[in-house]
């Protein structure tokens, strides 16, 4: 057959297989015996099986053995260097081994008497296997036969050997998105399932028929124990506490979360009497105020609760937090270490999320938002490249919010899309002001919400902003998290296209904590992508965010785009992430976001 011809059947046969739905969904083991079977049938070969580098590469340990005839074995088969020293150094070298008669070739004879006589082999064709950038097994095909191995033969070897390798780097990425389930649904310092979890729970038993009762726990005073004791001893109280509350018997009881840095909440089933709820409450007061013992002090603490019952007093989970969390409020105000129920004369005037809602839209309307930078420098020479805008809310009687404190309510009150304009707009005044004070700043990152995305308008609406400041799209790189380019419309494409036109850049923010759609990337105008911190900070200590990191920064490479790592702190992880050739850096470790007079007297200072 004409070889060229060749090539493409045997990857139209691999391809074909490997983007069958049941494939992509099947279990390691049959993707495995699936990819060996289609080898040997492609290439008439005897045995196909796959290895596994072990000790530091001193072993190999097969995975899979499928033989013509007898089909797939998984009982595990060792290879050491020891006895193998030829075969071992071609394989480090990461060069296919193409042994026509192996019984004679240097690398495999070796294998002679205590493998290929007895088995009857003749050729081998060994393909290596990287995982992350760096050899990890190899797939072996055996012929009983002497043969001459066609470039269309090595080539489905090795097409064979990345895909193995992109199953596995799949299994990593599946195992960290389990590890960040873990993260976004439960609480470090305490164990208990947080906000997240809680909401779980709620919107589904709020689709039951028995009345449940939602408990707002609040510790009161902490923040004067943290400023007063340090933080060591407010966190060893909120981990008794939670303990105290994980062994409390009460029937009915449900879920306890932690939702906030002093607050519980607990679901109790069925017992929602107002009487009995009172009882209750007071019980769980006394739990609490016992002393406890920190180190050599007894220290005694109050707490105040807020109750609301469903269905009478909302229908869904987030007005059931609302309005337990303002009863909790009441109470605080009645004077500390008591309970309230919820009733609607409270939802009026409490300090609840309500208020914090109507402040925050205020805010917006009346440009109160304010905008903090933090650099993102080149990695071979620390040179800066661009400042990413981070909102803050400077908040009347709170302080200065992080994002984190308002960012959900902002979304579920569909106020994103006006933050996101308020957001340009300071940081077009900004820029304006630096380059009135004769000072040029780089790119500015700014975040954009899946939200704004969702908006056709959008480009429109930034047009506008740029004329009346008199700049333009250049001047800005948008960052969008995974999670948008999942939904990968005609509209979303054309939107994106259209930033870029307006001479934009793209990147991807937090990448690695979503559904990857690596393939969709491709086609859309991305330049950068930003791996999640989550993966950085364990760096280069954790094997498995080392092998995360490095095969993103091969996709990346693989896909032209650029690699920023996000929340760099320490020299060791500066070290490792340039090394292993990321582009740029952003974290702690060359500024923590800063408010933007601060900004302008660094400029001038590095500039003088
Ligand atoms: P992000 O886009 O991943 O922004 C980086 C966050 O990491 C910032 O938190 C920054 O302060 C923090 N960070 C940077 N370096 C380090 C480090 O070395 N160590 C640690 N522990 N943290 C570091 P921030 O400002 O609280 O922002 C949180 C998130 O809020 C942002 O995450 C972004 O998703 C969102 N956000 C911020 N501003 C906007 C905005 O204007 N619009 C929208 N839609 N979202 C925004
Ligand atoms: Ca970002
Ligand atoms: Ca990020």
Known sequence: MDPNQQFIEYHQALMKLCHDKAFIQDTRRNKLSALTSLCASLLNVGRVSVWWLQSGGDDLESEILYQLGEGHNFDPNYLTRLGNPAYFDALMKARIIDARNARQDPRTQAFNDHYLIPTGIHAMLDAPIFDAGQLSGVICLEALEPRDWSLADISLATAIADTISLINTHEAWSQSQQQLDYVTHFDSLTGLPNLNSMRDRLHHITRQEAPFALLWIDLDRIKAINDGMGQMIGNQIIGEVANRLRHLSIPGKDKIARVGGDEFVMLIRRQTDESHLRHLTQSILNTLAAPMQLHDQLLAITASIGVSIWPADGQDSDTLLKHAEAAMYHAKEQGRGQAQLFNRSISADARSRFQLESQLREAIRNQQLDVHYQPIVRAS????????????????????????????????????????????????????????????????????????????????????????????????????????????????????????????????????????????????????????????????????????????????????????????????????????????????????????????????????
Request: aromatic share 6%; glycine share 8%; proline share 5%.
């Open 381 to 608: 020479d620390g040179h800066l490249m661009q400042l990413e805008a981070l909102v803050r809310w400077n908040h009347p009687t709170h302080g200065l919010l992080p994002p984190i404190r308002f960012l959900d309510l902002a979304r579920s009150a569909g106020l994103l899309p006006d933050l996101g304009m308020a957001v340009m707009h300071r940081a077009c005044h900004h820029l304006r002001q630096a380059q009135q004070a004769g000072m040029n700043l780089p790119q500015l990152a700014i975040n954009l919400a899946p939200e704004q995305l969702l908006d056709p308008l959008l480009p429109e609406q930034l047009k506008e902003v740029y004329e009346a400041y008199g700049l333009n799209g250049e001047c800005f790189d948008f960052e969008v998290t995974e999670d948008v380019i999942k939904a990968d419309t005609e509209i979303l494409r054309n939107l994106l296209k259209q930033l870029v036109d307006m001479g934009s850049g793209l990147s991807i923010d937090d990448f690695g904590t979503g559904y990857s759609s690596l393939a969709r990337l491709k086609h859309l105008p991305f330049a950068k992508l930003k791996i999640d911190r989550s993966f950085v900070k364990e760096l280069p200590s954790d094997r498995d965010d080392c092998a995360i990191t490095l095969s993103i920064l091969g996709l990346a490479r693989g896909l032209g785009m650029a690699v920023v790592a996000e929340g760099v702190e320490t020299e060791d992880q500066e070290r490792w992430l340039t090394e292993q050739g990321c582009d740029f850096l952003q974290g702690y470790r060359y500024s923590r976001p800063v408010p933007f007079d601060q900004l302008l007297m660094t400029v001038i200072k590095d500039a003088g």
